[in-house]
């Protein structure tokens, strides 16, 4: 089945500092590839997304490729600001079915 | 504000015990998904509602069950409830029933967080 895997936090981050939270996943067919951001107390939000492969999602400053050749699409930021400290979720959806299958999460923290 | 709203925010209750939730979703958006976010099992699809009707299932519980109604908000209904039911239930929303193919945005809302005590 489809599955997603995501990297283990928590990551502490300086402010500046540059980001990458890695994503690879499993799916048949051609699944769609999002992003989404959990703040503290809050739903998730899309942080952005891609459709096929080669597609770059990019959204206040976060960018993330599909990478059909590799199954990756891995989110980076180049200067990350303590207003980003939260749990990012790397998702798949349509793949066999029609759901969101998500990572388990990556907790960000950026210190000032 | 995602535009998706659900009530209640906090429901704490006995087991045994059986709860609503109530989601009502975007303007406009026919589909509705349930999720149960917790911390052994991270966000797990429970359910998808399209235009009232059931059009997928994931890994829902035969004591829980949902419902969309013509005005297109959807209930999940908890029954006979365990301390392993405490979670954070999200509902979303999109417009197509694709769950995400094609780019099909789901839009999250704030969820319910139950306490099964």
């Known amino acids: 089945g489809d599955s997603v895997t995501q990297m283990e936090g928590p990551v502490t981050l300086s402010e500046e500092a540059f980001l990458t939270i890695n994503c690879t996943y499993t799916?048949?067919?051609?699944?769609?590839l999002f992003w989404y951001v959990q703040y503290p107390g809050e739903g998730l939000q899309l942080l952005l997304k891609?459709?096929?492969?080669?597609d770059k999602g990019s959204n206040k400053g976060f960018e993330a490729t599909y990478r059909k050749e590799t199954t990756s699409f891995h989110l980076e930021k180049g200067s990350v600001q303590v207003s980003d400290s939260a749990v990012y979720f790397c998702?798949?959806?349509?793949?066999?079915?029609?759901?969101?299958?998500f990572g388990k999460g990556t907790l960000l923290t950026v210190n000032p | 504000d995602s535009g998706v709203t659900q009530t209640p925010k906090h429901l704490i209750t006995a087991t045994g015990q059986r709860v609503t939730l109530r989601c009502s979703p975007r303007?406009?958006?026919?589909?509705v998904y349930w999720y149960q976010q917790s911390l052994d099992q991270g966000l797990q699809f429970l359910i998808q509602?399209?235009?009232?009707?059931?059009?997928a299932k994931g890994n829902i519980l035969e004591r829980f069950s949902a419902q969309q109604f013509p005005d297109l908000h959807s209930e999940l209904n908890l029954s006979s409830l365990e301390l392993g039911d405490s979670a954070l239930y999200f509902c979303?929303?999109?417009?197509?029933?694709?769950?995400?193919?094609?780019?099909?945005?789901?839009?999250f809302g704030p969820g319910t967080r139950l306490t099964v005590l």
């Open positions: 998702a798949l959806g349509g793949g066999s079915n029609y759901k969101l299958t």
């Open positions: 509602y399209y235009n009232g009707e059931e059009r």
């Open positions: 799916a048949t067919g051609y699944p769609s």
């Open positions: 891609a459709t096929k492969a080669d």
């Open positions: 979303a929303s999109s417009v197509e029933p694709h769950g995400g193919r094609s780019g099909d945005t789901q839009y």
């Open positions: 303007s406009g958006d026919l589909s």
